[in-house]
Each structure stands twice: as structure tokens, then as C-alpha cells.
């Protein structure tokens, strides 16, 4: 089962990785600035992961593959790693929409 873990960036912003069941991150959030809107982000991922038109699939400028989850409003909730290929890509998408939905949420903002 996945997971979302929250934790902080060097620059006091949070953001949250979603992981799949095998510890792999699949899903990478923006940065926040208050935990509240992080959470916000969190469920806005478990609403929109299901629905297969949110995912903006791009190539980058070095040929690798990877995708957005865009919210209703059309703003970037969380990016995919890069992916040596489309069908790769395509797996991830999978994964998030198999994973996101009943995460949980942990925490691991160190000291």
C-alpha cells in the first residue's frame, strides 16, 4: 500500500513524496509553506489521481519521459520522476492512481 511522506526542504518549505508499496517514490510535490496547505495538496492527490485526464504527459528536452498531476483548477500538485521511456511513464501513471487514493500520511521531518 503507498504512502504520502511530508517532510521538510532545505528552504523550510514542506512538500510530500508519494511512495509505492515498495518504497519507490512515484509522485513528488511544490513546495508549502504551511503544513495545512501541504495536507490541502495531499488530498487534492488522492482526489485527482484516479481520473486519468489530469495527467499532463511530457517528454523533456533530453528525450526522458514524465508526467504532472494537475488539480480541477488545472495548477501542478505533484511531478513523476524521469522515465528512460514512455510505457515506463505509463506505469507510473498506473501507480499513482493505484497507490494515491488510500495512502497514508506520515511524517518525517527529522530533527
Known amino acids: 500500500m503507498g504512502k504520502f511522506v511530508i517532510k521538510n526542504r532545505k528552504n523550510g518549505e514542506l512538500q510530500f513524496d508519494l511512495k509505492a508499496g515498495n518504497g519507490q517514490t512515484i509522485l513528488t510535490s511544490e513546495g508549502y509553506t504551511t503544513k495545512t ?3 490541502n495538496g495531499i488530498e487534492s492527490v488522492k482526489k485527482n489521481a484516479p481520473d486519468d485526464s489530469k495527467y499532463e504527459r511530457k517528454t523533456s528536452s533530453n528525450g526522458k519521459s514524465y508526467f ?3 488539480a480541477g483548477n488545472g495548477q501542478i500538485i505533484g511531478s513523476s520522476e524521469m522515465y528512460e521511456s514512455e510505457a515506463g511513464r505509463e506505469n507510473g ?3 499513482v492512481k493505484k497507490n ?3 495512502a ?3 511524517e518525517d521531518l527529522g530533527a
Open 37 to 39: 496547505a501541504c495536507l
Open 68 to 70: 504532472n498531476l494537475k
Open 93 to 95: 501513471i498506473e501507480s
Open 100 to 102: 494515491a487514493p488510500d
Open 104 to 106: 497514508s500520511v506520515e
